[in-house]
């Protein structure tokens, strides 16, 4: 495609249970990027995947959180026993070269826990 | 790790006004420093951006400035418009790897 695509856009689910969220990131792009964007808030960096280098996971703001990718081409998000507290956006960003070129943001996951 | 802080949190002007924003960075392997603007229900989208081996770049009215040594770097806005308006996020790249994204200024420009 032509730009980053997330799936699903938006995604209600109740307290406790698990939520995958999909990343398809520009074709070439090496890197890929997962934040959080809380409502009114900043970009919160979760984790960064950079070609076949061990991924950066210092992001990932608990054990319930994880994010696979596979080569160069889609990434998962997983939020295992979902809280209130992980509401929030989650954007994907990829670039072409890591943290030397623009990254591209698909349009984000909105994740609302009930 | 790398930890970027921005300043101010909001920024209030006249349209034709200038705007400034300021953000300083704390790993000095960082070399390149981009601006993102994110419209209201949108995604963020880089605006500029700026590398360690040069101080100053301009685009139209936007510049960004940098100084290493000082870690710091700022983004000038000059002749604003209302469509300015938006939240802007400076960044850092520490060894050009991970993306680590300041606070955001919310920026409003009144016709």
């Known amino acids: 495609g032509a730009g980053v695509s997330q799936s699903p ?52 703001p608990s054990d319930r959180f994880s994010a696979e990718r596979t080569g160069e081409s889609v990434s998962t998000l997983t939020i295992q026993r979902t809280q209130q507290e992980d509401s929030a956006v989650y954007l994907c960003a990829s670039s072409l070269g890591g943290g030397r070129t623009e990254a591209f943001f698909g349009q984000g996951t909105r994740l609302t826990v009930v | 790790g790398e930890n970027v802080e921005q300043h101010p949190s909001t920024l209030s002007v006249q349209e034709g006004d200038s705007a400034v924003i300021k953000c300083t960075y704390s790993d000095s392997a960082s070399n390149y420093f981009p601006w993102y603007k994110q419209e209201l229900g949108k995604r963020p989208q880089l605006i500029i951006d700026i590398r360690s081996n040069v101080g100053e770049k301009k685009d139209q009215r936007i510049a960004v400035t940098l100084n290493k040594t000082a870690k710091h770097f700022s983004l000038h806005i000059t002749e604003t418009q209302p469509e300015d308006s938006a939240v802007y996020f400076c960044a850092a790249t520490p060894g050009f790897q991970k993306l680590v994204f300041g606070t955001g200024t919310r920026l409003l420009v009144s016709p």
């Open chain 1, 9 to 60: 856009s938006n995604k209600v689910t109740e307290k406790g249970k698990d939520v995958e969220l999909r990343c398809d990131p520009i074709s070439g792009h090496t890197a890929l990027y997962w934040y959080r964007q809380r409502l009114g808030q900043g970009l919160e960096f979760l984790i960064y995947f950079q070609g076949n280098s061990a991924p950066d996971k210092s992001g990932l």
